[in-house]
């Protein structure tokens, strides 16, 4: 299984791999990232269960945070968080 971490996954470039990960068995999302679109990365995220979801957006972190506290997924905000996505 191959694990990955999707920068930028409620663009269409996102949207569009996450369709692949959709038909690809062998594929992990294991981290997502976002700019500010809390709505569509909270879809994602209980879609695909990563680790760690990402908002750039500070106070949509902190919203998606709560949205996302019966999930068990990490939330982080800022550079810092994008970092840890993509590492």
């Known amino acids: ?9 409620t663009g269409s470039i996102g949207t569009q791999t996450l369709e692949v990960v959709r038909e690809k068995e062998d594929l992990k999302v294991i981290a997502l990232a976002a700019g500010s679109n809390v709505e569509e990365l909270e879809r994602q995220a209980r879609e695909f269960r990563p680790k760690l979801a990402v908002l750039y957006n500070e106070e949509g972190a902190a919203l998606l945070k709560e949205k996302l506290k019966d999930t068990g997924i990490k939330v982080a905000a800022g550079m810092e968080g994008l970092l840890e996505a993509a590492t």
């Not at 299984?1 to 996954?9: D, P, W, Y």
Request: hydrophobic share 45%; net charge positive.
């Open 1 to 9: 299984m191959k694990k990955i971490g999707i920068l930028g996954s």
